[in-house]
């Protein structure tokens, strides 16, 4: 997203090669505005798709593990192999549920209530809409009453020099007697009916650190049922 930004020109063709059978010249002429962004509206599709990709495989995974222990708590007597046979046993059925579903599987197995649940639940349903609706919001695609609502959590970082107190920003110059202060700070974003989503980089990182405390926050909240 950041080099999409500072793109100046199109290339003539998709391939440096000559004479390549899969040189490809684009069959509608767009100006470099409108390349710009059909390129940046799919980037943002693929980034929400493998933010919530990579939180459902932790999920997949886990729920494998809970899968396995209640086999394990019904067959307490087994031999090394019955005991290997278990283990490598297939088990496809939590590769066929939905995100919601998964969570609420793996929420059963946590000694604490989830603590971005329901952030989450917004950059999936972000993730719907980019999918199946092109990233223009509709109607279904709401969570609040008159839009659909992004939420995620951010540490804002504020560094004081000689009295004078801001927020961090790129380039900023940090010394021995800089005193910095992190703050955490909930952000949210509204997309009414018929808008377009749109992201810049700064959001988009923001919400893949917020992921991965997410996925922070189930690692060790989880723990095995023992009954």
Avoid at 80 to 86: I, M, P, S
């Amino acid at each position: 997203m950041n080099a999409l930004e500072t793109t100046t020109e199109l290339p003539e063709s998709l391939s440096s090669q000559e004479d390549s059978v899969y040189t490809q010249i684009p069959i509608g002429k767009l100006t470099l505005y409108q390349s710009k962004q059909n390129f940046k509206h799919w980037i943002l599709k693929k980034g929400f798709e493998d933010l919530i990709s990579a939180l459902t495989e932790l999920l997949i995974s886990i729920s494998h593990i809970i899968d396995l222990n209640e086999k394990l708590q019904k067959n307490t007597k087994l031999t090394l192999e019955k005991f290997k046979e278990l283990i490598f046993e297939p088990n496809d059925s939590n590769s066929t549920k939905n995100f919601p579903s998964l969570i609420k599987k793996v929420e059963g197995s946590l000694k604490q209530p989830l603590k971005f649940k329901s952030e989450v639940e917004t950059i999936n349903r972000v993730r719907r809409c980019l999918v199946h609706r092109n990233g223009v919001v509709r109607p279904t695609d709401f969570n609040t009453e008159n839009g659909l609502e992004l939420k995620w959590w951010f540490w804002e970082i504020k560094l004081t020099n000689n009295g004078q107190t801001k927020i961090l920003e790129r380039f900023d110059k940090v010394t021995s007697e800089t005193k910095m202060v992190m703050n955490e700070k909930l952000k949210s974003k509204l997309i009414k009916e018929n808008q377009r989503i749109e992201f810049n980089y700064q959001e988009f990182n923001e919400l893949a650190l917020f992921c991965q405390r997410f996925g922070f926050d189930i690692l060790d909240k989880f723990e095995l049922n023992q009954n």
